[in-house]
């Protein structure tokens, strides 16, 4: 028996960051965002910021730097901010001696890029006991890390932000750092993400927030007032509803009255007028026992019909104003004259009675 196994201290989890990608959070204000509430067990990068900007005229939603003595934040509002994150700290803006205010920008033991003459106006480095240097611009830490986290602090935006990229030497500079990052952080190499949570962009959504702002308080409140109204009409309404007739009739009259819908619905009667016409000819055709015979002696016929009872129009003109007819009311009229020259060829003569008109 060797007796009981050696006793090992647990070893602590680490958390396989190169599984995730490196996320990017910018400051607006300092002490303005709650940095203490932000996940930082993944690799994190924290950018501070330091302009103070104003609207820019010419441009909806576009800002510029501030001028004079306050267009930058003051140094001494950052510490409370952070210290939840990396205890005691130092921010500080340095002026250059140097009027072109160029730095030499280097990594901690040159493990990573060198740029010098790198112009970074009012330079905002930060220092603490807690933070480990990753780049210095001359004497200045400006790219540092937390102790035993995998959170980052740039201290100046300038290294990344538009004025950042304005330049080749602060583009190319800018990567460089990114890269520095994710290398020391053993994140993904393919994946960088700046989060916009802090500025209150994403994040969970209350849709009952969002309902009562801008821009859908206007239809929320439509919607509320529509059920105020429907609400008011049902408590209002009195007595029995009123018997509504029946909806659809049977037979014959159901197929007559379906097909004059659909008709009115297309908006094609006038376009029937030449059709009823042929239907006056023929009912008076049928009335005059005329069927059956060739169509000439027809039309022979009713033309001497028409020159014995003298109709007020002949079929030949109303048949061409049928042809013709383009809205209701031309429609309405003709189809009454053919009506009166019907009434008229028929009058006096028994339906099935030869005709005494003859060739």
Not at 91 to 107: E, R
Not at 156 to 172: E, K, Q, V, Y
Not at 199 to 215: A, D, E, F
Not at 220 to 229: K, P
Request: net charge negative; hydrophobic share 40%.
């Amino acid at each position: 028996y060797a007796g009981p196994p050696a006793y090992s201290a647990p070893q602590p989890v680490r958390i396989n960051t190169n599984q995730f990608g490196l996320r990017g959070y910018t400051l607006s204000r300092p002490q303005q965002n709650p940095v203490e509430s932000l996940d930082t067990a993944f690799p994190t990068l924290l950018i501070l910021s330091k302009w103070q900007t104003a609207p820019l005229q010419d441009r909806q939603d576009w800002v510029r730097k501030a001028q004079g003595p306050r267009s930058t934040f003051s140094p001494n509002l950052y510490p409370a901010n952070l210290e939840a994150l990396t205890g005691d700290i130092s921010v500080s803006q340095q002026s250059h001696t140097d009027p072109s205010g160029a730095y030499t920008v280097s990594s901690a033991g040159e493990r990573w890029s060198t740029a010098s003459d790198v112009q970074i106006e009012s330079l905002q480095s930060i220092t603490g006991d807690n933070l480990v240097t990753l780049y210095s611009a001359d004497t200045f830490p400006v790219l540092v890390k937390v102790k035993d986290t995998s959170v980052y602090i740039l201290s100046d935006p300038d290294f990344l932000n538009t004025m950042g990229l304005s330049t080749n030497i602060r583009a190319r500079l800018g990567v460089d750092m990114l890269d520095a990052v994710i290398e020391d952080a053993e994140a993904s190499e393919r994946v960088v993400t700046f989060d916009l949570s802090l500025h209150g962009y994403g994040g969970n959504v209350n849709i009952i927030k969002v309902m009562t702002q801008p821009p859908f308080l206007a239809a929320t409140l439509c919607l509320l007032a529509a059920g105020g109204l429907i609400a008011w009409q049902a408590f209002s309404r009195f007595g029995k509803p009123i018997a509504s007739g029946q909806f659809q009739t049977q037979g014959k009259l159901s197929l007559v009255e379906s097909a004059s819908d659909f008709v009115g619905l297309a908006r094609r009667e006038p376009k029937m007028a030449p059709d009823y016409a042929k239907i006056i000819r023929q009912q008076v055709i049928t009335w005059l026992s005329l069927q059956g015979r060739r169509p000439q002696d027809v039309d022979a016929i009713l033309q001497a019909r028409e020159e014995a009872l003298t109709p007020r129009f002949r079929f030949v003109e109303l048949e061409d104003r049928a042809e013709r007819v383009s809205d209701l009311t031309a429609l309405m009229k003709v189809s009454e004259d053919l009506q009166q020259w019907k009434h008229a060829m028929t009058t006096g003569h028994e339906m099935g009675q030869e005709n005494g008109v003859t060739l």
